[in-house]
């Protein structure tokens, strides 16, 4: 899934021309969703289907929770499959409506229903483990969930003091994307210091939060007798501590070559000597006049080209799901902003985009049909493990991205737009590689010093600090006003050590594409092998099928020199093109 907060609309606001480009368009490309389960929220189906849902999970608690062994386990698995995978497929006719209808209140209380029911139906199913009395306690303390939602309730409804061109004051996802992305330097400075302030204004809380949650995750790896921090959430994924390790020292040696030199380069294109922390993340534009808008069957005709070029079958998915109203596409009242693809049970993923026309659009485009070829293929499964495991769930996502960034960039031929293009493509692999790599060593240093005594604002801020200069470099001047931005990044409290996934799995695809380029097409069957492989593989089995020991630190070497190597050709750019 990709946020895509930076070109989404309220309303029903549309690029020039797309309305017209719409309602004339002839394709055979279906662009609505057609929702096929039921006829509405108030079909009476519905009610006689969730009652037999709740009879087939009583009779499952009945008849297994007390008698569970090694002779019926098997038979269990298959029956709470068919449960799980039955409500899967009834709770995404809501999920989805609601998807298209957020201010539809006849369809949000649906949903919520639904939502409860879907809780209640998985709840038998989980193990019951009864902890000592003294282990009750202790857990009893810390209730890092509640104070996880009290964070996010407190931050996300207080107003930030900047005000949006219409006048409107902003609240925290549009200050911060603001902050990210705004227009000119003079908004995204305003945005930043505006978040700055509003956080400083719920400073308390935040380190209130931060040290409860710290505590929690000790309390429970200590019951656990685990060694680290994050060691849960690496057993949790089936990963080794020593494989995330060497990611990260890896990214880390590489700090200066490679996240140092891009801030340096992209300072030196737009023509200063240092970069604002908050310019960081702008576009670079050196071409004259509007970027050149395409219709959604170019942006298809490009992204099914370059599948096709790469597998005859990915282009079959896609091509399919393009035809059979199971792509939303352009942006409408009510409906959420952003991108993604659903999986479904029993039938083809939905994906959701909202589209405008620009060349992101074309690789979020190639990115959701990735994550729906993905979807595709797992189905050979049993639905309970046809979904990759976290840190691989973006592997055909990202993976397709860069194909189609790669055709894109070859594809331009004038070299100022190709500067652009290519920055575009290293400003999100800097956020997803480096500042997640940052993240974790964060999150690492104030878990160390939550063992022995509790964390200050003051404590919390020179840590964040420290990481953002180590991460950025001399490049990038570090206003003091962003010394307390780990007060906004919800993964630290609400799962926490769970921002190595973002890092390693982006990663991860740079290993796999090197391979891709030294072997061509030996690598596509082993590639379609492994996605089939859904859940049932973890990442380093998936990297066997490849030869490639994904512990190695050879192997996260050889993903950054791919990195490494797209900086080269900017620079050469640079020289030839920009002649400074």
Known sequence: MRNLASVAIIGCLMVPGMMECMSKSTSKYTKNWVLSKYKSVNDPRIQKDADEILKRVQNFEEKYMKCLSVENLKNAIVEYNDIYATMSEMYSYFGLSFKLNQKNNEISNACQKMTELYSKCNDPARPRRRFPTSMAVLIAITPGSSWARAKKSEISSDVYAIQSEDGKTLTLSDVVEKANNGETEGIRAAASKALSEGLKKNEYALVSVFNNIALEHKVFRGIRKYTTPEEPRYFADDISQEAVNNMLDAVTERYKKICHRYYKLKARILGKKKLQYWDRCSQVKLTKGTEKKYTYEEALKIVFDVYKNFSERFYEIIEELAISSHVDVYPKEGKVSGAFAWSMPNEKPYVMLNFYGSTRDITTIAHEFGHA????????????????????????????????????????????????????????????????????????????????????????????????????????????????????????????????????????????????????????????????????????????????????????????????????????????????
């Open 373 to 580: 070829i993905h979807m595709t293929l797992s189905l050979r499964n049993k639905y309970l493990v046809s979904h990759p495991p976290l840190n691989i769930s973006e592997t055909a996502s990202t993976f397709g991205e860069k194909l189609t960034n790669e055709y894109l960039i070859n594809a331009e031929k004038d070299p100022k737009r190709k500067i652009e293009l290519i920055c575009d493509r290293l400003d999100d692999v800097m956020g997803t590689v480096f500042r997640q790599t940052a993240f974790l060593k964060f999150e690492r240093r104030i878990h160390e010093i939550r063992k022995d005594k509790e964390l200050t604002a003051e404590e919390l801020n020179a840590e964040w600090r420290k990481v953002l200069e180590e991460s950025l470099g001399d490049g990038v001047e570090i206003d003091h006003c962003v010394d307390n931005y780990w007060g906004y990044i919800t993964h630290f409290t609400d799962r926490p050590f769970y921002v190595y996934s973002y890092s390693f799995g982006a990663l991860f695809v740079e290993g796999l594409y090197a391979e891709y380029k030294r072997t061509g097409k030996d690598f596509v069957a082993k590639y379609e092998e492994a996605l089939a492989s859904g859940g049932t593989k973890t990442y380093a089995e998936i990297a066997q099928m490849f030869g490639i020991d994904a512990n190695s630190r050879k192997f996260w070497g050889s993903a950054l020199k791919s990195i490494e190597g797209e900086i080269d050709e900017l620079e050469k750019l640079c020289d030839s093109a920009l002649h400074n």
